[in-house]
């Protein structure tokens, strides 16, 4: 439990990830943004995201070359796509992602299921045959990346917000959400007030401040392993 859930409790709305996962699913179903008051005040996330994630961050903090992902949902299943890595200053993402169900070799009254990502297997189980959906969720949810650490004159470390660029790419895919790992999880969601364009966006107007009150977008900040928090309930 986070000092935040021990001095608020349940006092805070918390959505977890599924339902997330399932609204931005909708929304994207309908071509629309949600509404700002709509956001949750914190956001709940699986264990296995978490040393996924975790794992990602550590590899970025050794080299020091930021990292990009996307998630998806396979058939109940939160998975990683392979991990594209770029310089200290830049990095693309990618992957592709297919479930597979198919007849046991050997066992009788089971089927093969496979997470087939960019081409090779990820995972494999048996699936009792019973089981076996009859139609297959398979999901794209967001990108996510990493930014590394810098120390200052005076020897403090310190790491990049969400850059322009960062913004600008989030508004022209009409995505829905972004995120951001550096020490922590930062999620980005953008809602219906949200501008459209933001060409003449800077570095430096960039702050957690001006994404929630000039752009209205949803901003949440998670420490490793616990819940992510809307920024502005944090800072209240």
């Excluded at 200052?152 to 960062?166: C, I, L, T, W």
């Amino acid at each position: 439990m986070g000092i935040f859930d021990f001095l608020f409790g349940s006092r805070v709305s918390t959505i977890s990830f599924d339902s997330l996962r399932k609204k931005i699913v909708d929304l994207r179903k309908s071509n629309i943004y949600p509404f700002n008051d709509n956001l949750p005040e914190a956001i709940s996330f699986p264990y296995d995201f978490w040393e996924d994630l975790i794992k990602i961050y550590k590899k970025t903090d050794i080299d020091g070359l930021e990292r990009a992902f996307s998630i998806f949902w396979a058939d109940g299943e939160i998975i990683f796509s392979e991990v594209k890595t770029g310089s200290d200053r830049m990095v693309t993402s990618g992957g592709s992602i297919q479930v597979k169900y198919s007849h046991h070799p050997t066992r009788e009254g089971y089927a093969r299921k496979e997470v087939i990502l960019d081409g090779s297997v990820l995972k494999r189980k048996d699936v009792y045959y019973e089981k076996v959906p009859k139609s297959l969720e398979v999901q794209y949810l967001f990108n996510i990346h990493t930014h590394p650490k810098h120390s200052s004159e005076d020897g403090k470390v310190f790491y990049n917000f969400f850059s322009a660029q960062d913004i600008k790419s989030l508004i022209s895919s009409k995505a829905i959400v972004t995120a951001l790992i550096t020490d922590k999880l930062w999620l980005l969601i953008r809602t219906k007030s949200t501008p459209f364009d933001v060409s003449n966006l800077l570095d430096s107007q960039v702050t957690p401040e001006y994404v929630q009150n000039t752009l209205h977008m949803g901003l949440y900040k998670a420490e490793f392993n616990n819940k992510a928090y809307r920024y502005d309930l944090l800072n209240r």
